[in-house]
């Protein structure tokens, strides 16, 4: 149809992941991958060498921390560890092929479906969800995408509301739309092009708040840094998370770490007791280097940013604290 693309695409990222062992347990803290489209300068931009020491004297932290607690508490959650919660739990839900059921043999559906478009309330008023393949250093940021359609940045949630969706030319139509958002990729040339999550945001607070503010604001929390262990279901609804590193948050003060913590919940009430997100000063693109999909498997990677937020009366504790 008269497309003919050249893509050279630079994507550098570096991680690592120190262990402390003892007291009959082993802990680990790590280096996030932080995967942003740049060259080896942003290897060298990264505090590597810089941050192993405090590394380290958080996983000793770990091994002599107490267990997290068990019930409902609020949650801070900083864009560390909320970019794998977005990913999962907003990302692949709202992957139109997804929602159409032509993923259901081997990977599953979506809770978010079509009747749900425009009248959902997927989220609290402040949640904001942006897909945005302009995104400058997003890893999902391709110029155009292998439909031949150019990088877009729309709404997939405002003000809580789901109003669209990841498309591609061949499921746009299926919700009444006339162009693609431009979603399809394939992981080489000898790949077919499927419906992939794009970049996708949780959008920053619009009121001046820091994280040293919502922490003074929580009375009875826990904070996660990092992404850990996840589970989710085939609906992508019902879901757990860990987290790489935890401290505990009483009247408006961190305390102490803590370890083996986990957290559950369900993806729209998860989302609606959403009560506070930082401002732009904490935001932060981070991203997924390995999301896996189709058949045979593919790889492809974009990014999520966001910053800290806080989620009230969440369940914690389950399988690492029996």
């Known amino acids: 149809e008269g497309a003919d693309l050249e893509n050279e695409i630079y994507i550098s990222g570096a991680s690592y992941e120190v262990t402390a062992v003892g007291e009959k347990d082993f802990q680990s803290r790590n280096y996030q991958m932080f995967p942003k489209s740049k060259g080896y300068e942003w290897i060298e931009e990264q505090?590597?060498?810089?941050?192993a020491e405090k590394l380290a004297e958080d996983a000793v932290k770990k091994l002599n921390a107490k267990k997290g607690p068990v019930g409902k508490k609020d949650l801070i959650l900083m864009p560390s560890h909320l970019?794998?919660?977005?990913h999962e739990s907003v990302g692949h839900p709202t992957e139109l092929d997804r929602v159409l059921g032509w993923e259901a043999n081997f990977a599953g559906t979506s809770f978010a479906t079509t009747e749900k478009l425009n009248n959902f309330q997927y989220g609290s008023k402040i949640v904001n969800f942006v897909a945005d393949?302009?995104?400058?250093?997003?890893?999902?940021?391709?110029?155009?995408?292998?439909?031949?359609?150019p990088g877009k940045r729309w709404h997939i949630v405002k003000d809580g509301i789901l109003v669209n969706y990841g498309t591609t030319r061949e499921?746009?139509?299926?919700?009444?739309?006339?162009?693609s958002m431009g979603?399809?990729?394939?992981d080489?040339?000898?790949?077919?092009?499927?419906?992939?999550i794009p970049n996708l945001s949780l959008m920053h607070g619009k009121e001046n708040l820091s994280l040293d503010d919502l922490i003074a604001d929580t009375k009875d929390g826990v904070l996660i840094d990092g992404r850990g262990s996840f589970s989710i279901d085939q609906r992508?609804?019902?879901f757990q998370f860990g987290g790489d590193m935890f401290y505990e948050i009483k009247n408006g003060k961190i305390t102490q770490p803590l370890k083996d913590v986990t957290y559950q919940s369900i993806t729209p009430e998860f989302w609606n007791s959403c009560d506070a997100i930082c401002d732009e000063n904490h935001w932060e693109l981070w991203g997924v280097l390995n999301c896996g999909k189709g058949e045979p498997g593919q790889r492809?990677?974009?990014?999520?940013?966001?910053?800290?937020?806080?989620?009230r009366d969440i369940e914690l504790g389950g399988a690492l604290n029996g």
């Open 188 to 196: 080489s040339y000898a790949s077919q092009p499927i419906n992939r």
């Open 47 to 51: 505090p590597l060498i810089e941050s």
């Open 236 to 238: 992508r609804y019902n």
């Open 171 to 179: 499921t746009a139509h299926y919700i009444g739309q006339k162009e």
């Open 300 to 311: 492809m990677q974009m990014s999520h940013g966001s910053a800290p937020a806080r989620f």
């Open 133 to 149: 393949n302009t995104l400058e250093e997003g890893i999902g940021t391709w110029g155009f995408d292998d439909d031949g359609i």
């Open 183 to 186: 979603c399809n990729r394939a």
């Open 83 to 86: 970019s794998l919660t977005i």
